[in-house]
């Protein structure tokens, strides 16, 4: 009766740590989008490719 209490709150804390990852990565993907969408207004045609690659080398760090 013990293991299967152990194996159910197991379950229970691994589906909480699969919520909290999507939720995780979740921002970072909508902060990776607001921020591509903001060089993107900000420079137009060929020139966005060389902004977007300046913006990612210089957030590298943080």
Do not use: E, P
Not at 11 to 18: C, D, G, M, R, Y
Not at 30 to 53: E, P, T
Request: net charge positive; aromatic share 14%.
């Amino acid at each position: 009766m013990q293991n299967n209490s152990d194996d159910r709150f197991k379950t229970a804390l691994q589906i909480f740590a699969i919520v909290c990852l999507l939720g995780l990565l979740s921002m970072i993907f909508h902060k990776a989008f607001v921020d591509i969408s903001v060089v993107w207004q900000q420079h137009s045609g060929g020139d966005f490719w060389v902004a977007l690659g300046r913006y990612l080398f210089r957030n590298l760090a943080g």
